[in-house]
């Protein structure tokens, strides 16, 4: 089916799955979830196939294996893309709303010195300040999460692109809070259009070293 956004009953199926995180309420409002959460995240992620490349919808359950937090559904849904080299698209919807971004998250530790060395770089660390800052001019931020508090080894406190090279992943993206157009197909043009902007930065790592 064409995407035609998710109606008001999704943003209330995440505050009652908030409310009680249990087994029996899921599987008790579980046509719900198909039809108002899950059905239209297949739909956006389909209609935009043929510019984006085929993506991959979460599960609904949670790993609880090492965590301390046995509630077993997330309170979120999400979507994303995924190149070769690691970078993607991706999209979420919960409660607080739509998220929408890209870029190359939590790469391993050789992909990840591969870029540093890249940001370094004047030519291609030039490059990057340029995609970044023309993200940020469209209300992309970047994630910080992991972020470390000095410099890599071997790269100088001072080096003028210090800020990026901190970084653990090379990715964000645009919260929009819930509003009445996800409801209808404009929020699939929302989310290609941000999706568009991260272009230049999903060019980037696999034009890098």
């Known amino acids: 089916m064409t995407f035609q956004g998710w109606p008001a009953e999704a943003f209330e199926w995440f505050d009652g799955l908030a409310a009680d995180n ?15 959460v899950r059905g239209p ?4 992620v389909d209609d935009l196939e043929d510019e984006f490349g085929p993506a991959t919808l979460s599960r609904p359950n949670r790993d609880t294996r090492f965590s301390r937090d046995k509630a077993p559904y997330k309170l979120e849904i999400y979507a994303r893309t995924r190149r ?14 739509l998220f929408a971004g890209g870029g190359l998250y939590a790469p391993d530790r050789d992909r990840l010195a591969r870029v540093r060395a890249a940001v370094a770089d004047d030519r291609t660390g030039a490059e990057l300040e340029a995609v970044v800052e023309a993200l940020g001019e469209g209300g992309v931020e970047l994630m910080t999460d992991g972020a470390l508090k000095t410099a890599p080894r071997g790269f100088p406190v001072d080096h003028p692109r210090i800020d990026l ?10 919260r929009f809070p819930p509003r009445a157009w996800m409801g209808t197909p ?9 999706w568009r902007s991260f ?3 999903l060019g980037w790592p696999a034009r890098a070293p």
């Open 41 to 44: 995240m297949q739909d956006l």
């Open 22 to 36: 249990t087994k029996q309420w899921f599987h008790a409002h579980r046509s719900t979830y198909d039809e108002a």
């Open 199 to 201: 272009g230049p930065l």
């Open 84 to 97: 070769p080299d690691g970078a993607g698209c991706y999209v979420q919807l919960g409660a607080e709303g």
């Open 186 to 194: 404009a929020a699939r043009d929302r989310v290609a259009a941000v």
């Open 165 to 174: 090279l901190r970084l653990r992943h090379l990715a964000g993206g645009v």
